[in-house]
């Protein structure tokens, strides 16, 4: 590859923050062995400054996102970079198969995958794709639960439960 033509494909990583009904986003996009792929979707509070998308990819992963928040039906189609140990990739195939609507217990989703519990928690709070990976589908046993490694009631609850309300669960 001329250098010319790879120094224009590194200076397509981007790491921009979009508005949510929740708050904002932060999207980040890298090159991954030649191809422009999604790396990571944040939660972020609603004063984190805004910053357009620079490439296509970011630009896509915004327009999904948006048609999402306007409609819960609405299905992902991105590339996104393979992250994750095999059991954190097993819990989250496993909760993308969470239909719409509905929810699972921690308990639930270790019981069909062989693991337990608080391991599938910490894989839930290590979810780099959130929204995508629809971990706040799943939910403590006793109510709620944590979300994205808070157990106290807070910005990623509040995500959680209106993300959950979005979908008709609550």
Not at 26 to 31: A, K, P, S
Not at 65 to 76: I, N, R, S
Not at 88 to 116: C, D, F, H, M, N
Not at 143 to 155: A, H, R, S, T
Request: glycine share 8%; charged share 20%; with cysteine.
């Amino acid at each position: 590859m001329a250098p010319s033509k790879k120094s224009s494909l590194a200076k397509s990583a981007d790491y921009c923050v979009i508005e949510a009904p929740f708050g904002r986003l932060g999207i980040l996009t890298e090159i991954v062995d030649g191809s422009l792929m999604l790396s990571r979707v944040d939660y972020l509070s609603a004063n984190t400054p805004l910053s357009p998308p620079q490439n296509q990819l970011a630009k896509e992963v915004a327009k999904q996102c948006k048609a999402y928040f306007k409609d819960p039906h609405f299905q992902f189609d991105l590339p996104m970079k393979p992250l994750g140990t095999a059991h954190q990739q097993k819990v989250w195939k496993r909760i993308r198969e969470i239909p719409l609507g509905q929810s699972r217990t921690y308990g639930e989703v270790a019981k069909a995958i062989k693991s337990g519990p608080r391991a599938v928690g910490t894989a839930c709070g290590a979810n780099p794709y959130p929204l995508i990976t629809p971990c706040h589908r799943v939910l403590s046993a006793q109510g709620i639960g944590g979300f994205m490694k808070e157990n106290v009631p807070g910005l990623y609850r509040e995500i959680k439960t209106w993300l959950l309300r979005h979908e008709g669960v609550l």
